[in-house]
């Protein structure tokens, strides 16, 4: 049987390294993504990509997904680890998502994959097999945000999404202003091992207080280290930052929601530290600009894309000028037969 799958990529408008701690994100699925088209059967999966010189090869059986070449194929052989398909397929990947931009390229090539090689369950459990998926092919130990807004994402909303009750509620973009990105240049270096490092952190952190979820700025004296407790204050105040801005939003209040983007950057930068000069430099510059609310870095850190809220009709203008380009929220992944 030929079948054909797409996932979109992401851009997280606010709510930046709460997911791993059951805390708050307000990520959107984009019209950008990565499309799986195979024909099932055998049993291995072989896949060839626009992107990648090497083809994917990977047995029913691969044990260990974070041993297999090329690189790429390790995100394919950790869905394959992971959902067990009773058959193989052989097709091809493209993709419209620059790949190490931010945009989530592996979660929405796992998305893609997984629904390529047959899943069967809802987005939730698609999002949390490719989680799995992508920590036992990178080694890196993400959240659920990437893969939870590829699997569940709905068309011109903005999406709540609670990492403790694994809820995901749809926020309607209002009609008056976009989101737009425009790529620092950087490309993102040693970004697994910091994200460890601070994912180490939190845990330390809550070790000592409790659930960075359930804690209240007062709780955060208790923390005698300075570094835990300045991760942990970006934790708690970017948790309440995604409700200040959902609220914002509902209020009509560009200019509160555009200041709660640009507090978040200034708490990822200074408390999490996982921002970068020329990061920061592109979000002062986008800040400043015309028509816009409010800027920060997106995603994990160290490089990659820079977003901005902007009024809808200064966003071309605010993006083109810089080589980027305005996001739509988009429906998350699905699966056509051919
Ligand atoms: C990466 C991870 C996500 C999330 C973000 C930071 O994109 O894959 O789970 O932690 O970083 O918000």
Known sequence: MAVRAFAPGRVNVIGDHTDYTGGLALPMAI???????????????????????????????V??????????????????????????????????????????SSAA????????????????ELAQLCQRAEQRASGVPCGIMDQLTSAAGVEGSLLLLDCRALTVTPIPLPAGIAIVGVHSGVARALAGTAYAERRAECAAAEREIGPLRDARPDDLTALVDGVLRRRARHVVTENARVLAFVDAL????????????????ASLRDDFEVSTPAVDALVEQLAAAPGVFGARMTGGGFGGMVIALCDADAA???????????????????????
Do not use: Q
């Open 31 to 61: 019209a950008e993504g990565t499309t799986v088209t195979v024909e099932r059967g055998g049993d291995v999966v072989r896949l060839r990509s626009d992107e990648e010189p090497s083809p994917a090869l990977v047995p029913l059986d």
């Open 63 to 104: 044990a260990d997904p974070a041993a297999v070449d090329p690189p790429w194929a390790r995100y394919v052989a950790g869905v394959v680890a992971e959902l067990r398909p009773a058959a193989g397929a052989t097709g091809a990947v493209t993709t419209k998502l620059p790949l190490g931009a931010g945009l989530s």
């Open 109 to 124: 090539l796992e998305v893609a994959v997984a629904l390529a090689l047959g899943f069967e369950g809802d987005a939730l």
């Open 250 to 265: 509902a209020a009509g209040d560009h200019e509160l929601a555009g200041a709660a983007m640009n507090d978040s950057h």
């Open 316 to 338: 071309d203008a605010v993006a083109t000028a810089r080589g980027g380009g305005r996001f739509i929220a988009s429906a998350g992944a699905s699966l056509l037969a051919c």
